[in-house]
């Protein structure tokens, strides 16, 4: 039993008064004989035991008031009348992750997971709030049968979800939905990196199930990529595999199988080749079907074409050309004059890679080249701090010498770096434009082992005549695509706006990207490479990684069973306690009158 208003239980010293009044009676005085009330005390002395008995009885019917008054004051909570509970909030968590199709015991283990759901909201009533919060974010709520029919719908996702934010939303859920008592139920597969970081669920009660403790075994593809990813005509194919021994694997590019073969556990395999289609072409490294399907697959995107034309000017400065070389040297890029590779300063045309000048005294001159381009960004004072930047690519890249690049009106431009909190480096229709010369004096990026490979990407992706952006995204994950692409056509032909799209395709495959009816480059999806690793987390662990004040944890369905609505049992008992003292009351009333009726006769 506990206590909302626990300090109301001093009212329980009261009980002592009756107590007190009853010893103060027993006092003797001084006795004196009086004639007329001998024959009282004679009737006295022969009912001395009745009398005694009944004032013993009042004394303790009063005592037991003033302590059950004091107790209702009090507010206290606890089990009353059978197993019933009191309305309550209850959210369903159904973990939907992609490790949850893993066949364990001849049937997919979100067929498990949906049974122990179905549990809990059977075990709700019409006076309970009930949701159901899957991985993937979706909320479903109503009543039990809304619920359940939600429950049955429930197929698994294509990747991981996040079952943290789902654990964090059916918290908020409960703990605003004005009832006494919350509850948030919790089904799992205990995947350990499904719950690789602590999930704060504060006041509510929470109940997890972890229902598979043991893992199946597994073999995945984690890696599938063409490199580089413009083929200028050839290039290679890098997969790699998970699983405990080897597997069969099988590696194509449209219609054509490039490679097949038995692979190692984790072995790494290339494949090179030189393919006669033109354009892009989608292609898939496989194994043979296991336990676990949707990471038995694996999908890249190639460009295949002839090598970009490129040319580049003397400002560019020494680091770049090296670079320039280098790419000329693997026959990524060809000399020529498509693409102009300089200072901003000297640049006379588009598509160009525009850097910083290294003179300062240039920056007048170089913004009114961006005017006269038509680029919509202005070089704004230089800074020499040193700070590093931030972006795919250019994490820890040290910057000690910049130029902010200042949007103009009307700038439609993807940042793809940033420095001490501007942008540093942006990319738009036909240029690419850096805050800094591409000198050690300025930035590292030139000292970098990624340089040569992110120059001849961006060459090939941003510059060179179509656009050939290759975007990769986790199904139904955050989507962030370049400026200028109109929609996403899918393998089957059909297309969607990119206005519609709120997040990636749920099915992993290859989408390309369309600017019109012209294809500009590619969205590859596939599962995040951790829902392979299916190991899972101790429910002593899991305990630890779910931060609130009540989180119990647990594989043993029955037990977990018994927890549902654990924190509904519990009644107030303020009302029952006064109706108990008035009935008290009556029965002292009752005793006193049928004394004072007997002493009348």
Excluded: C
């Amino acid at each position: 039993m506990s206590f909302l208003q626990p300090l109301f239980l001093l009212l329980g010293v009261g009980a002592a008064v009756p107590l007190v009044l009853h010893l103060m009676r027993r006092r003797i005085h001084m006795r004196v004989d009086f004639p007329a009330v001998q024959y009282l005390a004679r009737a006295e002395r022969e009912n001395i035991r009745q009398i005694r008995m009944r004032n013993l009885l009042l004394m303790v019917l009063r005592m037991l008031v003033v302590l059950l008054l004091a107790l209702a004051a009090a507010r206290p909570l606890g089990a009353f009348f059978g197993t019933s509970h009191v309305p309550t909030a209850m959210a369903i968590v159904l973990d939907n992750s992609l490790s949850t199709s893993a066949v364990v015991n001849g049937q997919p283990l979100l067929a498990t997971l949906r049974a122990a759901a179905r549990d809990a909201a059977q075990a709700a009533t019409s006076s309970d709030r009930l949701w159901l919060v899957t991985a993937d974010g979706q909320v479903v709520g109503g009543s039990r049968e809304t619920v359940l029919a939600a429950i049955d719908k429930t197929d698994a996702l294509a990747g991981r979800g996040d079952l943290a934010t789902a654990v964090t939303r059916a918290s908020g859920l409960v703990a605003g939905a004005g009832l006494g008592a919350q509850q948030v139920v919790v089904v799992t597969d205990g995947q350990a990196t499904a719950w690789d970081a602590p999930v704060t669920v504060g006041g509510v009660s929470v109940s997890v199930l972890a229902a598979a403790p043991a893992a199946p075994a597994n073999h995945a593809v984690v890696q599938a990529e063409a490199r580089p990813a413009r083929w200028t005509p050839g290039g290679s194919v890098v997969a790699r595999t998970l699983g405990a021994d080897s597997a069969t694997y099988r590696i194509a590019l449209g219609a054509t199988r490039l490679a097949s073969g038995t692979a190692r556990a984790g072995e790494e395999l290339t494949v090179h080749s030189s393919p006669r289609t033109q354009g892009w072409s989608a292609g898939v490294v496989e194994l043979e079907p296991d336990e676990l399907r949707g990471d038995d697959a694996r999908h890249f995107a190639v460009w295949v074409g002839a090598a970009p034309l490129v040319r580049i000017d003397a400002s560019a400065g020494a680091f770049a050309r090296t670079a320039f070389d280098a790419l000329v040297q693997s026959q990524r890029v060809a000399a020529g004059a498509d693409v102009v590779i300089a200072a901003a300063d000297v640049v006379d045309r588009l598509p160009a890679l525009l850097i910083a000048p290294s003179d300062p005294r240039r920056v007048g001159t170089a913004n009114r080249a961006l005017e006269r381009l038509g680029v919509p960004w202005r070089f704004g004072a230089g800074r020499r701090d040193e700070t590093l930047a931030r972006g795919e690519r250019f994490e820890g890249v040290k910057v000690t010498s910049r130029m902010p690049l200042i949007a103009q009106s009307g700038a439609v431009a993807d940042t793809l770096a940033t420095a001490g909190g501007d942008a540093w480096v942006v990319a738009g229709e036909g240029y690419v434009l850096i805050g800094s010369p591409l000198d050690p004096s300025a930035t590292d990026l030139p000292l970098r082992a990624g340089f040569v490979p992110w120059l001849g990407d961006i060459v090939a992706q941003r510059l060179a005549g179509e656009t050939t952006a290759l975007v990769e995204a986790a199904p139904a994950g955050p989507l962030r695509l370049p400026s200028g692409v109109t929609a996403v056509e899918a393998s089957d032909g059909t297309s969607q706006p990119v206005a519609a799209m709120h997040a990636a395709p749920a099915r992993p495959g290859v989408y390309f990207l369309m600017r019109g009816s012209q294809r500009v480059g590619a969205l590859v999806v596939n599962p995040e490479g951790e829902e392979s690793d299916l190991r899972r987390l101790a429910p002593a662990a899991l305990r630890d990684r779910l931060q609130g004040r009540s989180v119990a944890v647990t594989s043993d369905v029955a037990q977990w069973r018994r927890s549902l609505f654990a924190s509904g049992s519990r009644r107030p008992l303020q009302v029952p306690l006064i109706v108990l003292a008035l009935l008290l009351l009556a029965a002292e009333t009752f005793v006193v009158r049928r004394t004072e009726q007997q002493a009348g006769a």
